[in-house]
């Protein structure tokens, strides 16, 4: 099984529908993000936790929202879905004690919005 | 702003040639600067860092040097093979208590059987 798992892996839906996407760790560990991947632009940071307690927003975090449910578990949540955020977004995890930039990241989630 | 960025979109090499990537970054506060390779379908994955007290850091078939004088930093893959077929990533960090990672836009590798 994955260390960091992602749901769903692929997701069609209209435009003004809320959508969540789900993560999960198996890692232990107390850092998770989510980042979005469009073509030609990389990875970009929507949102990051350090703990259950802890929410930040990252560079892109406008129409998204966050919820550190348990150290495991990490969603993302658009809302009200727009074209625009048609991607594939990932979830991440950190070491805090690794003191390093590895990420570890799940295997992606495509969303497309109509 | 700062930046992370990539010379070249898309890098052609014949299998069994090493490989060059490179990459250009903006902010001389980063304290580590990783590769991350993404195969096709799949989420990008470690594959090597290295400290900015460092200039040239080895695993294994990989090397990335960094070149602090003129912000550089690349990725030499020996012997590529058609395995090594992927789009690469550079990323920075920053120093402190949140490993900010700012990624580059990616260099897709092609390895020609």
């Known amino acids: 099984d994955a260390d960091v798992t992602q749901t769903p892996r692929n997701r069609i839906t209209k435009t003004g529908k809320r959508i969540m996407l789900e993560c999960s760790q198996t890692k232990g560990h107390d850092r998770m993000y989510w980042y979005r991947q469009d073509p030609g632009l990389g990875l970009r940071l929507i949102y990051y936790s350090f703990d259950v307690k802890d929410i930040n927003k990252g560079e892109i975090s406008d129409g998204y929202s966050v919820s550190r449910q348990a150290q495991a578990k990490f969603s993302l949540s658009l809302e009200s879905a727009i074209p625009n955020q048609t991607a594939l977004y990932f979830c991440?995890?950190?070491?805090?004690?690794?003191?390093?930039?590895?990420?570890?990241f799940g295997e992606g989630s495509r969303l497309t919005v109509l | 702003g700062e930046s992370v960025g990539l010379h070249l979109p898309t890098l052609s090499v014949q299998e069994g040639d090493n490989s060059i990537i490179n990459c250009a970054y903006s902010?001389?506060?980063?304290?580590?600067f990783i590769w991350y390779k993404q195969e096709s379908g799949k989420g990008p994955q470690f594959i090597i860092d290295i400290r900015s007290n460092m200039d040239k850091r080895q695993g294994q078939r990989v090397t990335v040097l960094l070149n602090k004088t003129v912000k550089h930093l690349s990725l030499q893959i020996a012997a590529t093979q058609p395995g090594d077929s992927a789009v690469y990533f550079c990323a920075e960090t920053l120093s402190g208590g949140y490993q900010k990672v700012t990624f580059g836009t990616g260099t897709k590798l092609q390895v020609i059987p």
């Open positions: 991440a995890t950190s070491d805090l004690f690794a003191n390093t930039g590895e990420l570890f």
């Open positions: 902010n001389s506060a980063s304290d580590y």
